[in-house]
């Protein structure tokens, strides 16, 4: 009974991470600029994605900049027909080497870089203490957002990317915080709601479409 319970709030706390963390900060603020977001939510986003184990955000968004340039190609990092189809559903492919201009701006930012340099010590920190605290809130609060993410992401990329140039698949909406309609992405990636089942960006432009960070007078 503890164990599903652990698991029904896990799912519910990965659609959480996945909406706000994953989808409007790492993907459509950080690497596509579609809008601005106050720095209070660039750092809940971050600890959610840490949680997640998204690893590097750095390493994320310019390897996902990187697919957007070379969509579908040789040099399209993920790309299954390249990649290998299980590779690319479990994550497990690797870039030698990425171009830095998809990570110049990145490093300016110190939340990113901080982020960059210590995930791996957060991740242990977050899993040791969670453990601690009960092996059944370790599952709901980290183990499941960590499984979400690696689904999420695979069929994103493998699915959401059976048609060169990339696929709308309505399912992969439940996975992946409304994103599913990929090919509308790819299309214009300026586009915040991607679809009227797009609740990642319905809630994208309720929250920030019209944000503008306060000027610092000196
Ligand atoms: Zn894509
Ligand atoms: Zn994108």
């Known amino acids: 009974m503890e164990l599903t319970i652990a698991i029904l709030l896990g799912i519910v706390w990965s659609q959480i991470i996945s909406h ?9 603020h950080y690497c ?3 809008f601005k977001v106050p720095g209070w939510f ?3 986003g971050l600890s959610m994605l840490m949680i ?5 955000p750095i390493g994320w968004i310019a390897s996902h900049r990187m697919h957007h340039t070379h969509s579908d190609g040789p040099e399209d990092p993920h790309s299954s027909k390249y990649v290998g189809f299980w ?3 479990f994550t497990t492919w690797d870039i030698k080497k990425i171009p ?3 990570a110049k701006d990145l490093f300016k930012n110190p939340k990113l870089v901080f982020c960059h340099r210590h995930w791996l010590k957060i991740l242990i920190a977050v899993w040791v203490i969670s453990f601690l605290i009960s092996p059944y809130f370790f599952i709901g609060f980290a183990l499941v957002p960590f499984i979400f993410a690696k689904i999420g992401f695979g069929l994103l990329n493998t699915i959401g990317h059976r048609t060169p140039g990339g696929a709308n698949v309505a399912w992969l909406n439940l996975f992946i915080a409304g994103e599913g309609y990929h090919k509308n992405h790819h299309e214009n990636f300026k586009r915040i709601r991607l ?3 797009d609740t990642g960006g319905w809630l994208a432009e309720r929250l920030f479409k019209d944000y503008e960070p306060k000027r610092k007078t000196t």
Do not use: P
């Open 20 to 28: 706000l963390g994953a989808s409007i900060l790492l993907h459509r």
């Open 87 to 89: 590779k690319v559903l």
């Open 195 to 197: 679809h009227k089942f």
């Open 52 to 56: 997640a184990c998204i690893r590097t």
């Open 32 to 34: 596509h600029k579609q």
């Open 42 to 44: 660039e750092v809940m």
């Open 100 to 102: 830095t201009k998809y």
